[in-house]
């Protein structure tokens, strides 16, 4: 079930990269801003992250290290990822309903025999998702897709560098899958859609995240972010664009409260456009790449 909210990265941030090391890493430069109140005060710092990195990749930086011995707070999209008894009540929760149409009914008839055979790669009938609900069969399903492990997340990092300090939370576990929940069927059945056709991440993909992750290059993030199933409008808008118009204002309310956040979320939720650095310049912070 760790790997299944892991799965959010499909829509919310970069997917994870696998075990190996991978060869050619750069130089770490993760982007990282500096924040501004208005009234010039300093007010925190964003940081964008990724789901887990290569053995021995290094991503600290010196600006980084500083932000995290001078912010009063951490905030991530969800803690206690490794909580996994309350990750699988949650998500049994509220995956389940009663009278479903079969699950290869719930996708287009092209992708019906693509459907078997990642049902097959799993170990799945199709009768084990005849009462799951369509977003939690592709969040599911997309685990089979995503090779990595956790282990080496950035999130879970930061974490632990915090020890006694607060970290607080944007939406957490529960709120994550309900974003999923509260799709219309019509956008859930995309999501399968798009899970089913797109059902395998490469080593040299999962590398190439990571150099672009490592290299701060954010407008090749912001490129990879328009394929997929984020190419979709209507999920594009659910699962991208609509958080982070809420996370900003929420990002806005903490500001105000005068403690300095570092906000670590996925790097997705930092590319152009209506990323979190230009939602809070158009309100009126100032918002400076750290390098």
């Known amino acids: 079930m760790i790997r299944a909210l892991a799965a959010f990265a499909i829509a919310a941030a970069l997917a994870a990269c ?46 980084i290290e500083k932000a995290i011995v001078d912010a009063d707070l951490l905030v991530v999209e969800a803690k206690g990822l490794d909580d996994s008894r309350k990750l699988s009540a949650t998500f049994t929760r509220l995956s389940h309903s009663d009278g479903l149409p079969p699950l290869s009914e719930r996708v287009a008839p092209a992708l019906r025999e693509r459907l078997r055979s990642l049902l097959a790669k799993g170990g799945y009938r199709e009768a084990d998702f005849k009462a799951t609900e369509t977003w939690a069969a592709a969040i599911t399903l997309a685990q089979l897709a995503d090779d990595s492990i956790g282990e080496n997340g950035v999130d879970r990092a930061l974490i632990k560098d915090f020890g006694a300090r607060p970290v607080e939370e944007l939406e957490g576990i529960e709120g994550q899958f ?11 059945r995309d999501l399968l859609g798009a899970v089913v056709e797109d059902d395998t991440m490469d080593a040299e993909d999962s590398a190439k995240l990571a150099r672009l992750w490592l290299a701060g290059d954010m407008d090749a993030i912001a490129k990879e972010g328009d394929e997929g199933m984020l190419a979709d409008p209507d999920l594009r808008e659910a699962l991208l664009v609509r958080r982070n118009k809420a996370w900003a204002a929420k990002l806005e309310a903490l500001f105000a409260s005068g403690r300095k956040p570092l906000v670590a979320v996925g790097a997705a939720h930092m590319a152009p456009p209506s990323g979190l650095p230009e939602l809070l310049t158009a309100r009126g912070y100032t918002v400076r790449r750290v390098r």
């Open 178 to 188: 309900a974003i999923f929940d509260t799709l219309p069927e019509a956008d859930q």
């Open 18 to 63: 696998g075990r190996d090391p991978a060869p050619d890493l750069p130089a770490p430069t993760p982007a990282l801003w500096s924040v501004t109140a208005p009234d010039g005060r300093p007010a925190g710092w964003l940081f964008g992250t990724i789901h887990a990195l290569p053995d021995g990749a290094n991503w600290r930086t010196s600006g």
